[in-house]
Structure formats: structure tokens, C-alpha cells
């Protein structure tokens, strides 16, 4: 998938009309630490737009790092190295102008915000990455109980509080309807599919391909243990992530090498 903007001359996606290519997501030589510990140690990657790729990796390499870099997560101090989106360097802009942007984290562990409905909560982000002038409150209502249908979620959900008793599945797939009404144009979705039972994994990699077959030019990141999910989703390319670097890029059938072999035969290359 590219899409074009006719009068620069540049396109984004596979095709490049120009010397350098615009990716979805581009990640150079990273470096990032928590509390003063370097997790990532040189992280690059490069995403077309419309691309799904798989990162996996031992627990405790800087997956869920990565991803909190990307989003902007203050916690994390990027020392150095870059962070491209849609051509723009966001490296140092706050969170709430990467998610106005079209940059979407679906938690590994979601919070609970009490007081906070799931359709007022919806609703907010909605209007902070799109405008609320656009909706009405019906439209929105409409729209997310479209999208709760699609990913076999109960309607009374939209009622409750966020993520407040929410089982580890309805946390997931909590997270994917905010991803579907806010339609960002990069997902980065941390294990997504943990804790969640074969159907419930089932219709959460549907809704994962509805949402793509929407927005053919959504690039997303799916952060995951187990090749499962992937055979639902074939991602286009795997990343391996080992003590944070990017150890190994394949294609599909890297995934499932990597849940037969483990990483062991990684770890002793970078330890
Ligand atoms: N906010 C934080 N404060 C302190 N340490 C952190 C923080 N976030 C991450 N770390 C540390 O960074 C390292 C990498 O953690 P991270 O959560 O990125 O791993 P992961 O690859 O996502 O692992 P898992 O597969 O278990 O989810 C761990 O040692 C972790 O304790
Ligand atoms: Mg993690």
C-alpha cells in the first residue's frame, strides 16, 4: 500500500519517486533509559504505511519500552536516536501531540480510570484526535456500538467505568475499540492478544483486519509472544527485539522459528 502527495513529489509506503523514502514509522539508532538504565541500546526500524509488522522478543528486552518511547511516555528519556512519523522527526514532541497525530498505543496493561465511562472516555479522545465539532453524541454512540458488535464485545460496557473490573479480555478488547473509533494512523499494540481465550483472540485479530480493510494505509506494530495471532493477521515482516536491539528481521515464518527455538541462540550473540 502507498499513498501519494501529488505536488511534493514524495509518496509513502513501498514506492519512493525521491532519494530518500517517507515511512509510516521510522526508528534510527534509539537509545532510551528508565531511571537512569539504558533499555534500548540502538533500536531501528522502518514501517511502511499499510504494513503490519510482528515484534517479539524475551521478557524484559524493551518491547513495551519501545513502545512507550514511541508514544512519548515521559518515564522514558530518549538519550539518543530518532523517531520519524510520517516523515515529521517527533522524538521530542509530548504524547497528546503524537495521539493528535494519529499515533495509537494499545496498553500492555491497561489502567483503570474510575469515574470515567467507557463512552465518555471514548468520546474525549475522540474529540482531541478529530474534533468533536464533527460528532454528535449520537453519532458517537452509534458508532461505538457498531464497533463493540464487530468485536463481540456487550453493549453495557460503554456504560461502565474504564477498565474497572474488567477481566484481562475486555481490557484487550477495550483497547482495540478505542483504536477502531479513533482511527490512528499507526497502532502500536502491545500483546494484544495475552490473556485472551481462543475465540476472544479470534475476534480481536478480526477486528484487527476490519480496522485494516478500513484504513488500508494503517501501519500498525503488534507486540506479541506467540505466532497465534500472526496466523490470523500474517504480519508483512518480524522483528526480533533482544536486550534492546533488533537482533533479527524476517519474514512470517520468523515468528514461528522464534516460539519453536526461543532466544537463547540470540542472547549469546548480543550478551
Ligand atoms: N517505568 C519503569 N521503571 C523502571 N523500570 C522499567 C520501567 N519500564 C521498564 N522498565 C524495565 O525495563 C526493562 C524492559 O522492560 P519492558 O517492559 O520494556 O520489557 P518487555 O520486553 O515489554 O517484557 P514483557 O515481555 O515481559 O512484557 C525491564 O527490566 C523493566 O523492569
Ligand atoms: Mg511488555
Redesign the pocket.
Known amino acids: 500500500m502507498d499513498f501519494h502527495y501529488a505536488d511534493s513529489g514524495i509518496s509513502i509506503g513501498a514506492v519512493n519517486t525521491s532519494d530518500q523514502a517517507i515511512y509510516a514509522l521510522s526508528v534510527d539508532n534509539l537509545h532510551a533509559s528508565?531511571?537512569g538504565?539504558e533499555?534500548l541500546r540502538g533500536v531501528s526500524l522502518e514501517i511502511p504505511a499499510g504494513e503490519l509488522h510482528a515484534l517479539m522478543?524475551?521478557?524484559?528486552?524493551?518491547?513495551?519500552?519501545?513502545a512507550n518511547v514511541l508514544l512519548g511516555n515521559p518515564?522514558y528519556t530518549v538519550t539518543s536516536g530518532t523517531i520519524e512519523f510520517l516523515g515529521e522527526d517527533i522524538t521530542h514532541l509530548p504524547p497528546d501531540e503524537r495521539a493528535a497525530r494519529g499515533l495509537f498505543l494499545g496498553f500492555?496493561h491497561p489502567e483503570e480510570i474510575p469515574g470515567v465511562s467507557v463512552f465518555n472516555f471514548l468520546r474525549q479522545a475522540m474529540s482531541s484526535r478529530k474534533g468533536i465539532e464533527n460528532f454528535s453524541v449520537l453519532e458517537v454512540r452509534l458508532e461505538t456500538m457498531a464497533w463493540t458488535k464487530k468485536l463481540g464485545m456487550d453493549q453495557r460496557f460503554l456504560d461502565r467505568y474504564l477498565n474497572e473490573g474488567f477481566s484481562g479480555g475486555e481490557r484487550k478488547r477495550n483497547e482495540l475499540l478505542q483504536m477502531a473509533l479513533l482511527q490512528p494512523e499507526f497502532a502500536v499494540l502491545d500483546?494484544t492478544d495475552s490473556g485472551l481465550d481462543i475465540d476472544a483472540l479470534k475476534s480481536v485479530a478480526d477486528g484487527i483486519s476490519t480496522i485494516r480493510s478500513e484504513r488500508p494505509e494503517l501501519g500498525i506494530l503488534l507486540i506479541t509472544?506467540y505466532h497465534r495471532i500472526l496466523d490470523h493477521l500474517a504480519p508483512d515482516v518480524v522483528h526480533v527485539?533482544v536486550d534492546g536491539h533488533v537482533v533479527e528481521t524476517g519474514g512470517p515464518e520468523l515468528a514461528r522459528t522464534v516460539e519453536a527455538n526461543g532466544f537463547g541462540v540470540y542472547q549469546s550473540k548480543v550478551g
Open positions: 528508565v531511571d538504565r533499555i522478543g524475551p521478557n524484559g528486552s524493551g518491547k513495551s519500552t519501545l518515564a500492555q500483546e509472544h527485539l
